[in-house]
């Protein structure tokens, strides 16, 4: 009898795709924050720790709040709640506008750095200990684009 056997490739990640749901994502909050395009803005001092709050019939919400402005970039924190999900605060983001090449990404929420590579050889790792994905960056600036879009299609702001 004969098996096949099953090759488990290390995971490599599709900068084309990555970049391009970056740009998505930029282009989604746009429509929902148009006042977050840095070409039309004077005042770049404006709205720092105003929360802007979105919801719909069926209880979802999401809120931003801005934390940080620069010329190039954007710093946001965005607090999704399901009511689906038992727990009351939601899932939280931050995200960060990169204006001058049009980017939006999901960046680790305990402070302002990118989501840091999982490498799969515990031995040069200790373990993964966040039990995260090899592809979690992606999975979740994923999640954001369609966050966004549901936010579009069925909210309105309050």
Do not use: W
């Not at 802007?52 to 709640?81: H, P």
């Amino acid at each position: 009898m004969i098996t096949k056997q099953t090759v488990k490739l290390d995971y490599k990640p599709d900068l084309n795709e990555f970049i391009s749901q970056c740009e998505k994502n930029y282009y989604l909050i746009l429509k929902i924050l148009p006042f977050l395009n840095i070409n039309k803005n004077i005042n770049l001092e404006s709205k720092v720790e105003e929360q802007i709050k979105f919801c719909s019939e069926s209880g979802y919400q999401l809120n931003f709040t801005i934390i940080e402005r620069a010329r190039y970039t954007t710093t946001m924190m965005l607090n999704l709640k399901l009511p689906t999900i038992v727990d009351e605060s939601g899932i939280k983001l931050m995200v960060r506008f990169y204006h001058d090449v049009k980017l939006l990404e999901v960046m680790d929420e305990i402070g302002p750095k990118a989501l840091k590579p999982i490498i799969k050889d515990e031995k040069l790792t200790g373990n993964n200990r966040f039990h995260q994905h090899t592809d979690e960056k992606r999975q979740l600036n994923r999640f954001l684009g369609e966050s966004l879009n549901y936010c579009i299609q069925k909210c309105k702001k309050i």
